[in-house]
RNA sequence: GGGGCCGUAGCUCAAUCGGUUAGAGUACCAGACUGUCGAUCUGGAUGUUGCGGGUUCGAGUCCCGUCGGCCUCGCCA
């Protein structure tokens, strides 16, 4: 038990605090001791104070201040005073003042930390997993989570200014097999049947607007079994919402608000909105995604026509082939070497691209392997389409549209970054809207929803629904911000006859949409207002707003890629007991 | 499921063409030191080179397998 009970934490002493008494706990930062004079900087979350032990003030607690390591707790009781004249230290904000140690507590020892806590060197991922605490323990880690919690503020704040209510939905749901995979969890009552952890509580936000609750909105966990990458987490975050009686305006409106307070109150940044917007069509056909990266320029041209008259065979066929042809300008880059340009064939090659044409720039021309093959007309209208000037590099894919769009796109964010275009303090939001409602699914031979089920299709595309599905426009927007897709939503359909008739689309039948969906058909026959809302990824917003790459910076206590927590050691076996209350057994490994 | 990178002292890394006793910085331990703030100085201890097998006179190094971490394609309505 202590006695000593703080009065003040380690970042709070200023000069104007000298002569006080006060007593600080925390960590044992450093320890620099001289011997005669020991000092120490003690650490908590608030931050450093510079605590001095000194003999010819307090001989035992000096005499117990050698025994102090790093990471031992501790608990001291002191007088604050200024530093002498030329010892205060400018980068510490208590640097001021430092503590004369009168009485020391010594409240727990540490071992030796697998790694230093304050170490700038950087720690593998491994490690910092296993010992999830200590790396939690580090000031930049701490900064991170409070970050993350005052953006969480800002955003609750601004939805109960707005009226949106907090309200819980399920964890223990049902598995809807469309989109991600579903984790699954046996029910012990209902032997033989799971539930499905949350994707997005998307069909219970809806109900709630069937329920009258007309602003929704909650800070919530949802779950995908797919593979990992550094933007994406088994189980992330997500700041959903849903309103009634709304359009698309209402809720990108609503969005921008919430988006400017959050920026304001966190990082002292003014946004301008409306927020820029850019058609689905517009974002495939000039960045080749849509999530593009507005920072900076490099759009896509097509020369399908210009290919197809030339004389290279390549180009011939791909065009005749109903394929494209599409490049893109590397501006300044004439200077790249052949080996260069080999690293950024082998780069789209990843994406399908079998091949990357490429023509360098100069004052006569086009040069290249292949700029015999262009008569003086087709590379002069080359160099028109995209505005080249001399030392410019063009490059070509020429495939199937999704090829193309693909490798166009990562090969304009690769060379971008190359080349430093990608600014990390400049926030280029935009809005992404008119997304096609299906897309055919070849391999399945059907169409499937883009977004999801429930988007309702553009009023004036009801009449071609069924005739010419691919055309209809769905009601649906994806907010970008730097080539990040930071949420996405849609106004949903309300009315059940449509419901019906976007699910035989789909080609889901009758029983089929009943025994997935029944609930939400059977509630948009009561009185369903017009709604709709939008999810944005809590984590891929607070690690853009801190600069970081990996949403893992940003999550307390993350996965690793094969989805395992390193700390905790989970996921595990289970007893064989646990197994037979649930009625399951395990298949034999293969 | 595919492709790639990595694994050596507590930590971060080095170790030439496969060569004999595997090093450095830091952390750690001990001693010295009364104004440091990455304290300094002197000394010390520290290794299943992820694991298993193979090739070789000889393997940290080459080969095969395996485990783990990371990146990426597919996947993510």
């Keep these: 038990m202590t006695d000593l009970k703080r009065t003040h934490t380690c970042g709070q002493l200023r000069k104007s605090d000298a002569g006080s008494e006060v007593v600080l706990s925390g960590w044992v930062d450093t320890r620099r001791d001289h011997g005669g004079v020991i000092f120490i900087d003690l650490r908590d979350r608030y931050?450093?104070?510079?605590?001095?032990?000194?003999?010819?003030?307090?001989?035992?607690?000096?005499?117990?201040?050698?025994?102090?390591?790093?990471?031992?707790?501790?608990?001291?009781?002191g007088k604050v005073s200024e530093r002498p004249d030329g010892m205060t230290n400018p980068d510490m904000s208590t640097g001021e003042i430092e503590v004369y140690v009168e009485t020391l507590e010594l409240l727990n020892t540490s071992e030796t930390t697998p790694f230093e806590i304050t170490a700038d060197t950087e720690v593998s991922t491994e490690l910092r997993l296993k010992y999830r605490y200590l790396d939690l323990r580090r000031p930049v880690m701490q900064k991170n989570m409070m970050f993350r919690h005052k953006v969480c503020q800002v955003a609750r704040r601004y939805f109960d200014r707005n009226e949106f209510v907090d309200i819980e939905t399920p964890i223990l749901t049902k598995s809807t097999p469309e989109g991600a995979r579903d984790y699954l969890v046996p029910s012990r009552i209902n032997r033989g049947q799971f539930y499905a952890l949350p994707q997005s509580p998307q069909l219970f936000k809806q109900?709630?607007?069937?329920?009258?609750?007309?602003?929704?909105?909650?800070?919530?966990?949802?779950?995908?079994?797919?593979?990992?990458?550094?933007?994406?987490?088994?189980?992330?975050?997500?700041?959903?919402?849903?309103?009634?009686?709304?359009?698309?305006?209402?809720?990108?409106?609503?969005?921008?608000?919430?988006?400017?307070?959050?920026f304001k109150e966190t990082v002292g940044r003014e946004l301008h909105t409306p927020f820029e917007r850019t058609s689905y069509r517009d974002a495939m056909d000039r960045y080749g995604c849509d999530a593009p990266d507005l920072r900076f320029d490099m759009t896509i041209h097509e020369i399908t026509d210009i290919g197809e008259k030339s004389d290279?065979?390549?180009?011939?066929?791909?065009?005749?082939?109903?394929?494209?042809?599409?490049?893109?300008?590397?501006?300044?880059?004439?200077?790249?070497?052949?080996?260069?340009?080999?690293?950024?064939?082998?780069?789209?090659?990843?994406?399908?691209?079998?091949?990357?044409?490429?023509?360098?720039?100069?004052?006569?021309?086009?040069?290249?392997?292949?700029?015999?093959?262009?008569?003086?007309?087709?590379?002069?209208?080359?160099?028109?389409?995209?505005?080249?000037?001399?030392?410019?590099?063009?490059?070509?894919?020429?495939?199937?549209?999704?090829?193309?769009?693909?490798?166009?796109?990562?090969?304009?964010?690769?060379?971008?970054?190359?080349?430093?275009?990608?600014?990390?303090?400049?926030?280029?939001?935009?809005?992404?809207?008119?997304?096609?409602?299906?897309?055919?699914?070849?391999?399945?031979?059907?169409?499937?929803?883009?977004?999801?089920?429930?988007?309702?299709?553009?009023?004036?595309?009801?009449?071609?629904?069924?005739?010419?599905?691919?055309?209809?426009?769905a009601r649906a927007y994806d907010l970008v911000l730097n080539g990040i897709?930071?949420?996405?939503?849609?106004?949903?359909?309300?009315?059940?006859?449509?419901?019906?008739?976007?699910?035989?689309?789909?080609?889901?039948?009758?029983?089929?949409?009943?025994?997935?969906?029944?609930?939400?058909?059977?509630?948009?026959?009561?009185g369903a207002p017009p709604h709709g809302g939008i999810a944005l990824g809590l984590d891929r917003m607070v690690t853009l707003l801190l600069k970081l790459d990996d949403i893992r910076e940003v999550i307390a206590f993350p996965k690793t890629q094969k989805a395992t927590c390193l700390m905790a050691d989970a996921p595990s076996e289970v007893d064989g007991n646990q197994l037979k209350e649930l009625g399951l057994t395990l298949l034999k490994p293969e």
């Design 485 to 526: 897709e930071l949420g996405g939503g849609s106004i949903r359909i309300h009315r059940a006859d449509i419901q019906k008739r976007i699910f035989s689309l789909l080609n889901i039948d009758e029983a089929t949409a009943q025994k997935r969906f029944g609930f939400l058909l059977e509630a948009l026959k009561y």
């Design 47 to 77: 931050g450093k104070s510079q605590i001095v032990f000194n003999p010819e003030r307090n001989h035992e607690a000096h005499e117990r201040a050698s025994n102090l390591r790093s990471e031992y707790v501790i608990a001291v009781k």
């Design 207 to 262: 109900l709630l607007m069937v329920s009258g609750m007309d602003r929704y909105y909650q800070i919530v966990k949802c779950f995908r079994d797919e593979d990992l990458r550094a933007q994406r987490q088994p189980e992330f975050t997500q700041l959903d919402l849903e309103m009634s009686f709304v359009n698309e305006e209402d809720i990108m409106t609503i969005i921008e608000g919430l988006v400017v307070a959050i």
């Design 312 to 473: 290279f065979k390549v180009f011939q066929s791909v065009a005749k082939s109903g394929g494209q042809i599409r490049g893109i300008n590397a501006s300044g880059c004439a200077t790249f070497s052949r080996k260069e340009i080999d690293e950024f064939t082998s780069f789209v090659n990843q994406f399908g691209a079998k091949g990357l044409a490429w023509f360098k720039v100069d004052d006569n021309g086009l040069t290249s392997q292949i700029a015999k093959f262009f008569s003086a007309e087709l590379q002069a209208e080359i160099i028109e389409r995209f505005n080249a000037r001399p030392g410019d590099l063009l490059l070509f894919v020429a495939d199937k549209e999704s090829v193309v769009s693909q490798s166009l796109s990562q090969l304009r964010l690769n060379i971008a970054k190359q080349r430093g275009l990608m600014k990390d303090d400049e926030f280029h939001f935009s809005w992404v809207v008119d997304f096609p409602l299906l897309e055919y699914n070849e391999e399945a031979g059907r169409y499937d929803s883009l977004h999801h089920p429930f988007t309702s299709p553009h009023h004036e595309d009801f009449a071609i629904l069924e005739e010419k599905p691919l055309d209809v426009r």
